[in-house]
């Protein structure tokens, strides 16, 4: 049967993509047939399978636009070990899969992350210059913050004394282990100077829960006052994870990317 332009099924197909430090990152391809993919970061602790992940592809999918969602060495079915931090370094594993689509006939046009994954998304456009539609859900503008929320009021004591802490999960299991090094390279990772270096040619999203619980949402108001080509939008009501909020959410990016699609299909051969 033929499928309808309107509705493409979109096929969807497992992906692993080496980064270059030799790990497998797994990911997802939901594949309409579009030329350009949009690439979906997910957050701390997350993984490819997080609601808003998949949420925002099936509505992308929708809209015949393929995506890929993939899980950050160290997390879901990724090789590695999970690091606390380490911002750039998943930076670097955004471009190995987007190198990994450039190789093809596709071409990875559009970035998203959510939350941690919104640091990503900006950092990495701070880093490589080859991604000019960036979408930053929820993501954190100054990362000195949140911390103490997490690890606990005495967490740098603990660390200098022991030289990591250890984070327990609800069962009272290690959830995950940070050492002083990967404590500071969340602490040096300066998100304001990074955003400096996104110019005008970049256009760039922010979209945040006005109730979020997680990551003030006067974050988001920081991220527009010094990316220059910038479109903010509150999301009312929401919270961190826009638990009664997806169909919003979905709705103000895929327009956004669809608009951003639009105004570059001129420049293509």
């Known amino acids: 049967m033929a499928e309808s332009a309107q509705n493409p099924v979109a096929q ?6 080496t980064n270059k430090h030799g790990e497998k990152l797994v990911g997802l391809l939901h594949d309409t047939g579009s030329g350009d993919i949009v690439i979906l970061c997910h957050g701390f602790t997350s993984t490819k399978d997080d609601p808003i992940m998949v949420n925002l592809a099936v509505a992308l999918e929708s809209e015949g636009i393929s995506s890929f969602r993939f899980d950050f060495s160290g997390n879901g079915e990724s090789e590695g070990i999970f690091e606390y931090g380490n911002y750039r370094k998943e930076a670097d594993d955004l471009h190995a899969v987007v190198e990994h689509f450039s190789g093809t006939n596709r071409v990875a046009s559009v970035i998203l992350g959510h939350s941690k994954g919104g640091d990503v998304v900006l950092l990495y456009a701070s880093k490589y210059h080859d991604i000019r539609t960036v979408v930053n859900v929820s993501g954190r503008y100054d990362l000195k913050k949140g911390i103490g929320e997490r690890l606990g009021k005495d967490f740098m004591e603990m660390i200098k004394k022991e030289g990591f802490l250890d984070i327990k999960n609800n069962t009272g299991g290690v959830a995950y282990r940070v050492t002083e090094e990967s404590l500071m390279d969340r602490l040096s990772t300066d998100m304001h100077e990074s ?32 990316i220059p080509n910038h479109k903010l939008h509150i999301v009312r009501g929401a919270n961190h994870n826009y638990t009664s909020h997806q169909a919003e959410l979905a709705s103000v990016v895929v327009d956004y990317i669809k608009t951003a699609l639009q105004q570059d299909e001129p420049t293509s051969n």
């Open 12 to 17: 969807q197909q497992k992906i692993i993509v």
């Open 195 to 226: 955003c400096l270096q996104i110019g005008k040619e970049f256009q760039v999203l922010t979209v945040h829960g006005s109730d979020d619980e997680v990551i003030p949402v006067d974050d988001a108001v920081e991220f527009s006052k010094i």
